[in-house]
């Protein structure tokens, strides 16, 4: 008699399938499928909504070590497909061939020099010289609200104190600061693309800035600008081309991100009643440590960068064991990384608390968020004026009604109304 056929069995995988990335749901909460990542396909090969592929690195361990290998160039000439690649940090308008020249798209020894130039006129002393300004702006803008009892706080506090206070610090006279808030809105709205009114509004800043730097050369003053434009190092300085770049990418770095802080953080806290309580109760008591642990702990559950700005392979290498080719671009992915259970204990909590809280939402390595400080500053002003003076904020609608921007780079909500008082 025949034996019966063998029958093959497939093995049946128990892993969830792999979770679609950039749709909208993934947009208003990443985290789920930045986990799956983590677990199954931690240096993960996809194409973005551009059609470019790109690897995202999903581990804190191997996102901490991307982040500081020198083989991954910040220079776009270095992306296989470069044609494709210029503009890719993700700032509109980059591309205006002027402004390209910045930190966040070159390596040493070009970087070493422009950061040194730049930090010896940005330094944490000029920061710390700035906290009267930035809480004199941050209570302007609550008074313009505070008696309507509600408020969209993207709109009317968290998109225009960076803006103010950048402009402030570099030295743009108080008359042109608006025009730089319409641009600045212009970008953050239709961000991703040189076309039509973004074009326009990066020309425009551009062309502003350039004449702005050629009269602080002539007459100059105790700004960011003056001080760029007068920083030397071993003789050298920043040519005009370089200065405006620097104070493109200053506007740009610092901007959007710091909207984002702001309003990802408060929304944060209205979610997690409790924590937010506990630091309610600690800044009416005077006590500012838990503002200070609680910013750093807001910007690792929920930070502004969700990847980092764009990395292209010098060489062939291998991260986490995965081969990447040369040329591949790499893009490393704070918000999983900072989610991270092999690094962090209980990842998915809010602990404002956390101490053992070395997260990336400022980067790594050479290129370590430069304004980290101001970020500091305003976002630590702007939490503690508002819950003290609103204490009572609280969302004016559901969660799930809450829209966010579904960028590539940055992780920000398009509006967030709010209630306060007895209305
Ligand atoms: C770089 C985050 C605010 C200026 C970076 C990087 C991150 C970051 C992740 C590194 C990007 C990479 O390696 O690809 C943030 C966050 C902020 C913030 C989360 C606010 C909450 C600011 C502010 C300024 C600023 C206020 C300046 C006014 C810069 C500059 C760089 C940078 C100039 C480039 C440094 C370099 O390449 O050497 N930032 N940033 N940032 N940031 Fe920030």
Redesign the pocket.
């Known amino acids: 008699r025949n034996a019966p056929a063998p029958v093959t069995v497939e093995p049946v995988s128990t892993a969830p399938p792999a979770p679609e990335l950039f749709t909208w749901e993934f947009a208003t909460d990443p985290y789920p499928a930045y986990a799956w990542l983590r677990e199954h396909s931690p240096v993960h090969r996809t194409r973005l909504p551009s059609g470019v592929e790109a690897w995202l690195v999903t581990r804190y361990g191997d996102a901490k070590q991307a ?1 500081a290998d020198q083989r991954l160039s ?1 220079n776009p000439a270095n992306h296989a497909g470069s044609a494709h690649a210029k503009g890719k ?1 993700g700032i509109p308008g980059e591309r205006s061939a002027d402004l390209m020249t ?5 390596d040493p020894p070009d ?1 070493t020099r ?2 040194r130039l ?1 930090s010896k006129a ?1 330094t944490p002393r000029t920061v710390a010289e700035f906290a009267p300004r930035v809480q004199e702006l941050t209570d302007q803008l609550i008074d313009r609200f505070e008696g309507r009892g509600s408020a969209d706080l993207i709109h009317e506090f968290a998109f225009p104190l ?1 803006i103010y ?2 402009c402030d ?1 570099l030295g743009v006279p108080r008359e042109d600061q608006d025009d730089f808030r319409d641009w600045a809105g212009m970008m953050i709205r239709h961000g991703g693309g040189p076309r039509g009114g973004v074009a326009r509004s990066v020309k425009k800043m551009r062309n502003y800035l350039a004449e702005l730097i050629h009269r602080k050369r002539e007459d100059l003053g105790e700004d960011l600008i003056s001080n760029l434009i007068r920083a030397s190092d071993h003789g050298e300085h920043l040519t005009e081309n370089e200065a405006a770049a ?1 104070a493109f ?7 959007e ?2 909207v ?3 309003g990802n953080g408060v929304y944060a806290l209205l979610r997690n009643p409790g924590q937010r309580g506990r630091l309610q109760e600690a800044l009416a008591g005077g006590d500012t440590e838990l503002l200070a642990t609680g910013v750093e702990e807001l ?1 690792r559950y929920d ?3 969700e ?5 292209y392979a010098t060489e062939a290498l291998t991260l986490g064991g995965q081969e990447i080719g040369e040329g591949d671009p790499v893009l ?1 992915v ?1 918000a999983a990384a900072d989610r991270d259970p092999e690094r962090f204990q209980d990842p998915d909590s809010l602990d404002l608390s956390r101490r053992d809280n070395q997260h ?13 400080p ?3 500053l ?2 630590q002003t702007a939490l503690a004026t508002l819950l003290t003076r609103l204490p009572d904020l609280r969302l004016a609608v559901e969660s799930d009604d809450l829209r966010w921007r579904g960028g590539l780079i940055m992780r920000g909500l398009r509006t967030l109304p709010v209630e306060f008082g007895s209305v």
Request: include cysteine; charged fraction near 10%; charge should be positive.
């Open positions: 982040l910040k940090t910045h930190l966040l798209n070159i970087h422009l950061r730049v940005f960076p206070a950048i610090l620097m990418i200053l506007l740009f770095a610092g901007f991100t710091t984002n802080l702001i910007l930070g502004p960068v990847l980092a700005t764009w990395r490393v704070l990336l939402g400022y980067g790594h390595g050479i290129h370590y968020c430069l304004g980290a101001l970020a500091r305003e976002a």
